[in-house]
């Protein structure tokens, strides 16, 4: 169990075009959903996390209007970069916290941007 | 603000043997969860063992142990008997709670990238 997905796993878009990425909790209800953003050989850092039906919660330094992040329902987030930029081409991982285990979140297996 | 340091960008076992990884952190929170994930060249993190601030004995997970040393602040990975499969990068991160929203975020080191030789 603990399931989650993303779509598409991997995209390369042109320059100054928008790109959706979805995160699914696919077994469970996800009352809160956390967007990463990982450079080749560092460390994941958390952009934003966001609770089913309200405003997602942006880190300082991550542009809420650049990252635009849609928690719809219990098992669907969406970050969408906007305008995007070959600097924004990394990985980015989305994980999901349920209500069964208080302290885990769930990862899912990231999708690669590339930027041209 | 949180710290966690990872001090070995990278480490070497035999295949068999036994391999400990290296985490300290900073807190000055009372309550706080460590965690250390798998993150194989594939991409995907993969939750491997958790260590509560208040759970007094050290967590195991399989071949997996946590040794926790809570006055040290250190949180160091212990894996037994190692397998090929086993060669990836390693992060230890640790749970910060929000005092408004309750919400929570994961604070992440830079990774250790495990080899293992056959």
């Known amino acids: 169990g603990a399931v989650v997905s993303q779509h598409p796993s991997w995209v390369i878009c042109k320059s100054g075009t928008s790109v959706k990425i979805e995160c699914r909790s696919l077994?469970?209800?996800?009352?809160?959903m956390f967007w990463y953003r990982q450079f080749p050989k560092q460390s994941l850092m958390l952009m934003a996390t966001s609770n089913e039906g309200s405003k997602a919660t942006y880190e300082q330094g991550v542009e809420k209007d650049k990252f635009l992040i849609n928690h719809a329902s219990l098992t669907l987030s969406t970050l969408t970069v906007t305008s995007a930029h070959p600097e924004d081409s990394s990985f980015y991982i989305c994980s999901a916290k349920g209500r069964r285990n208080y302290y885990e979140q769930y990862f899912g297996p990231g999708t690669r941007l590339t930027v041209t | 603000a949180q710290k966690i340091t990872q001090t070995q960008p990278g480490m070497f076992v035999q295949e068999k043997e036994a391999v400990t990884l290296d985490c300290t952190y900073d807190t000055s929170d009372q309550s706080y969860g460590l965690f250390w994930y798998k993150q194989p060249s594939s991409g995907e993190m993969i939750f491997l063992i958790y260590?509560?601030?208040?759970?007094?004995q050290n967590a195991t997970e399989g071949r997996y142990s946590l040794n926790f040393q809570k006055a040290r602040k250190s949180a160091n990975l212990v894996i037994s008997a190692s397998q090929l499969g086993d060669s990836a990068m390693y992060f230890c991160?640790?749970?910060?709670?929000?005092?408004?929203?309750?919400?929570?975020?994961?604070?992440f080191g830079k990774g250790t990238k495990l080899t293992v030789n056959p």
């Open positions: 077994d469970f209800q996800a009352t809160t």
């Open positions: 991160a640790m749970r910060e709670e929000y005092s408004q929203g309750g919400s929570e975020k994961l604070v």
């Open positions: 260590q509560g601030s208040y759970d007094e």
